[in-house]
């Protein structure tokens, strides 16, 4: 049969193992245990065992250290947004810390992301001929999904790490000693990935924000992912695409953008096995607990520069940012936390429950505007940065000239998707002024200008004697 070989039994019975240690519930396809006799074909003969499969894909992209906790935390952290004047702090990179052997930071990305190609390959591999499924839209719909997954993760090792090994296949022997290759390759592969996805995927699917069901997912990424390249006709293209669906809008109640029924996300990322809400913000080290204030000690804030950057009478402030001071502190400007996402401490609300939110419609508003001025379309830059600050309660901008109008829109990026998914960490990098801003930062006393880059983790290195480590890394 072609849709999965013999000689990939042994990595469906791996499968298989992950899959039954997942919590058990009632939209997860209960299977037994695997056995000596589990083979491919079998896997890909139902269609129930099939969704279950799609539901870890979801669960590792999603759940993981990759994207929900690690990634967005870490980036965020490693940014100027975030500060902790206490001196304790769980996390390393608050200081610029960043090291192969003790960044487990690296180690669990490299490894999440890898894990979740996998996952992706094996389900491109054995899904094309899956008597399992016999509707060619839905097995259409999955590939479509499949490949977004795989996208977004070599996007991210990428983006984390530069030059690493693009993973096309659920041949073990053969990703183990892969070397790394070139990045543009890395996004080459990354870019043609979503493109196809699109083709596959429909224009509008069940609505459940946690699946990737409709090709507005993958061409919203690729914004972001052209974004990162500086290809701004392309990025003002998908962003457009984005927008122009009339599938999102903008909500002009910004306590209500968060939560699960929010019409301005595009996708999230959570708990898919049940209904309830996934709000495990409290790991991200982002998060307000209002129960427990003293708390703050360990996690950290808004830096006060991040802060300042709110402009008098922007809403964002008084609706995302905590501004009670209930912990009590002498300087409140460096205690304010994010409340973007609520704490795992907080009751759920029917109809405020919440996910990550991995995209939403504000991002391609920004990035078409950014995408817009550098293009010289200063008219259409500025329409698009406007709607974004008067939605927050602020006039129209005043930049005029190019350059001002493009740092105008970058300081809006800050302002607006401030502790979400690392953007300012991106943003510093893509634009070429992490080194000046991080550098400036006197908490940051192990920052250095290749940590732009994150370190390969020693451990996978030690496994494959053809991994190199990035620059400046190898004399630490």
Not at 7 to 36: G, W
Not at 157 to 173: E, K, M, S, Y
Not at 273 to 283: F, G, P, S
Not at 406 to 419: M, Q, S, T, W, Y
Request: glycine letters at 6%; charged letters at 20%.
């Amino acid at each position: 049969m072609k849709y999965i070989s013999l000689k990939n039994s042994l990595k469906v019975t791996v499968l298989l193992i992950s899959l039954s240690v997942l919590p058990a519930c009632e939209d997860f396809l209960e299977i037994p245990p695997p056995t000596n006799s589990v083979t491919g074909e079998t896997v890909f003969l139902n269609k129930g065992t099939i969704d279950k499969m799609m539901n870890n894909r979801y669960y590792n992209w999603a759940n993981s250290p990759g994207v929900l906790v690690q990634y967005s935390r870490s980036a965020e952290f490693f940014s100027d947004n975030a500060y902790n004047p206490t001196g304790i702090s769980f996390y390393p990179e608050m200081t610029g810390v960043l090291t192969p052997e003790t960044s487990a930071m690296s180690g669990g990305l490299w490894g999440t992301w890898y894990t979740t190609v996998y996952g992706a390959n094996l389900i491109l591999e054995g899904l094309p001929d899956a008597p399992g499924i016999t509707d060619e839209a839905v097995r259409n719909a999955y590939m479509g999904a499949a490949l977004t997954i795989r996208a977004g993760a070599h996007y991210y090792l990428a983006r984390t790490f530069g030059d690493v090994p693009i993973n096309l296949t659920a041949d073990v022997d053969e990703n183990s000693f892969k070397p790394r290759v070139p990045v543009a390759e890395v996004y080459a592969q990354v870019i043609a990935d979503l493109n196809e996805a699109m083709t596959l995927l429909p224009e509008t699917g069940a609505g459940d924000k946690r699946y990737i069901d409709n090709k507005y997912i993958p061409q919203a990424l690729l914004a972001r992912v052209y974004t990162t390249l500086g290809n701004w006709a392309a990025a003002e293209t998908a962003a457009n695409a984005v927008i122009a669906s009339g599938k999102y809008q903008l909500l002009t109640n910004l306590a209500d953008v968060f939560y699960r029924p929010s019409k301005e996300v595009i996708s999230s990322l959570g708990n898919i096995w049940n209904n309830t809400a996934y709000q495990d913000r409290a790991l991200t080290g982002l998060t307000f607990d209002p129960n427990t204030p003293t708390n703050q000690n360990t996690y950290p804030a808004l830096s006060e520069d991040l802060l300042n950057s709110f402009e008098t009478g922007d809403n964002r402030k008084t609706v995302w940012v905590n501004l009670e001071n209930s912990g009590g502190y002498s300087n409140p400007n460096n205690r304010y936390f994010s409340i973007k996402f609520l704490h795992t401490s907080v009751p759920v609300v029917a109809g405020k429950e919440q996910d990550y939110v991995f995209i939403r419609l504000a991002e391609m508003y920004l990035i078409r505007a950014e995408a817009r001025a550098r293009q010289n379309n200063l008219t259409g830059a500025t329409s698009d940065l406007n709607v974004i600050r008067n939605r927050a309660g602020l006039p129209n901008t005043t930049a005029t000239s190019q350059t001002d109008l493009i740092n105008a829109i970058i300081k809006e990026r800050r302002v607006e998707l401030f502790h979400e998914g690392g953007y300012r960490w991106d943003d510093l990098v893509r634009t070429g002024t992490a080194d000046a801003v991080i550098s400036a930062l006197p908490w940051k006393i192990n920052w250095d200008s290749y940590k732009t880059l994150w370190p390969i983790p020693l451990a996978q290195i030690n496994l494959n004697s053809n991994l190199v480590q990035n620059p400046g890394y190898d004399t630490e």
